[in-house]
């Protein structure tokens, strides 16, 4: 095939010319170039790119979640945007094994040259965390400025003005309280899964008083850990216990939003509520993906540098490690698991629900 002269050009369309030559050493400004310091640029550069893919994905799932009627067909769409970020994350996390390929020695042949600049001042990244809905408050802090206070302006301007924005977690919460099934009509949902779980405890008790290898210590031990778990029972049944967590920070999540979660869990085999339950996983792999990309960061900046303070002026390892632990945005969701209940211990759907529930629910039913 000829190529005419308006033909699109590989290089062209990549913009290769810029691409490859954005990688400058400040080692060789220095006069003595570090060969690692190459790899070290490109990897971080490589981040950047995935972090604005990342960011392009949640963007688009924004837009379909910020309507007051969400179709099914564009909550696939969602979860599709969402998978993509997982299987990025799963790129993110393999690139620190190319980066520990450089030595900690190699490391400080160029390290020096590269302060104060840190990975604290990527803004794309804190977009990320502000899209995803990260709030200010929740974050480990290593200083008690903000958490921008060593951006530019631009870019302190540009993130900061996300947090006014509506994010992920404020748009999943606002679709789950808006599930139609909780309550429909002479089923009542919470009702019918506060006595299901009645019966589970004191069959549970039944079962630990009755155990005939079990000595009385070791009953009296076991229906003690069983009243911690009929507390945390309690405090979910009761509207007012439950604010009172959530003003604590001990959840986030509102109270109808993690009844209708709890709903999508149990009842996932319903053919309609099986695309529901799939973005709650998959907004559950993102939370601990990140997670782990962050101990894994933790774990390499130790075998970097050990206990030295980080370019940006941080604990380095150990602020690292304190940020994976509490930097989470779904935590209620990966918690939810406690409130589970076995099959078998389900209340029974009426049969029109379960009819409704096979894809032949209409918005003017229930």
């Not at 302060?115 to 974050?139: C, H, I, K, Y």
């Amino acid at each position: 095939m000829s190529q005419t002269k308006d033909a699109l050009y590989y290089g062209d369309y990549l913009q290769l010319s810029k691409l490859l030559d954005a990688q400058h050493l400040e080692s060789a400004k220095k006069g003595v170039p570090a060969h690692d310091e190459m790899l070290f640029i490109i990897v971080h550069q490589t981040y950047e790119l995935w972090f604005k893919q990342v960011l392009w994905e949640i963007d688009g799932v924004l837009r379909i979640l910020n309507q007051k009627v969400v179709e099914e067909k564009s909550l696939g769409k969602a979860t599709a945007h969402l998978e993509r970020i997982v299987s990025i994350q799963r790129v993110l996390t393999q690139q620190i094994d190319v980066l520990e390929t450089m030595t900690p020695l190699d490391f400080m042949d160029f390290r020096d040259h590269l302060v104060p600049a840190s990975g604290f001042q990527s803004a794309q990244w804190r977009l990320v965390e502000n899209r995803l809905g990260m709030r200010s408050t929740d974050r480990h802090s290593f200083t008690k400025t903000s958490y921008t206070s060593r951006f530019s302006d631009a870019d302190k301007q540009r993130v900061e003005s996300t947090e006014k924005e509506a994010n992920l977690f404020e748009l999943v919460q606002s679709w789950l309280e808006r599930t139609p099934f909780v309550q429909f009509g002479m089923f009542d949902f919470w009702n019918e899964y506060s006595e299901a779980v009645d019966r589970m405890l004191a069959s549970d008790e039944s079962l630990i008083r009755t155990n005939p290898t079990l000595t009385p210590d070791e009953i009296e031990a076991q229906v003690k850990s069983l009243g911690k778990t009929r507390s945390h029972f309690d405090a979910l049944f009761d509207k007012a216990a439950y604010q009172a967590l959530v003003e604590k920070g001990e959840m986030r999540l509102s109270h109808k939003a993690l009844q209708a979660a709890l709903l999508i869990h149990l009842y996932r085999d319903e053919p309609i509520l099986h695309l529901p339950f799939r973005l709650l996983q998959v907004l559950v792999d993102i939370d601990e993906n990140f997670t782990t990309w962050r101990y894994r960061h933790a774990a390499m900046a130790m075998r970097m540098i050990g206990t030295k303070i980080g370019t940006g002026g941080s604990s380095g390892s150990e602020y690292l490690r304190k940020a994976a632990e509490n930097n989470r945005v779904f935590g209620d969701l990966v918690n939810l698991s406690t409130f589970f209940i076995p099959r078998s211990e389900l209340p029974r759907l009426p049969e029109e629900l379960s009819t409704q529930l096979g894809f032949y629910w209409r918005p003017d039913q229930g």
